[in-house]
């Protein structure tokens, strides 16, 4: 079991930058966390279902991005740290949501919410125009 924590949301406007944080802990053995966990951000806005956003595997470098990301939003990780990132640029209104952080050891990146076990309690970001 991971426990995640996120920091990092707020209300901006339309244009403007924010960046997400997520830590991850629980591993009692490992001092690197994110070698072996996937890490992934997802979304959901009201009446909406959960939508991914971002993933970063587990060597670190390779990422991921849903569809309507479109070049706007950049997901990283520092492992000293155990903390991954979502620096999101150009948000638009739509872009409003609670964001999540995921992550699962062992997880092969997968844009599907119900393959992740552990879960942040997630960050409001709010975008105005």
């Known amino acids: 079991q991971l426990q995640l924590v996120e920091s990092g949301g707020g209300s901006v406007q339309a244009g403007n930058s924010l960046r997400l944080s997520c830590t991850v802990s629980g591993r009692t053995f490992t001092t690197y966390i994110l070698d072996e966990t996937t890490m992934a951000w997802f979304r959901q806005a009201p009446g909406e279902e959960r939508e991914f956003v971002a993933a970063?595997?587990?060597?670190?470098?390779?990422?991921y991005y849903g569809d309507f990301v479109k070049g706007r939003f950049t997901i990283s990780g520092d492992r000293d740290k155990n903390t991954v990132y979502l620096l999101m640029g150009s948000l638009k209104p739509e872009d409003t949501a609670v964001y999540y952080c995921a992550a699962d050891i062992g997880l092969p990146v997968s844009t599907d919410p119900s393959l992740y076990r552990n879960w942040g309690q997630g960050t409001q970001v709010t975008v105005s125009s």
């Open positions: 970063l595997d587990r060597d670190g470098i390779t990422t």
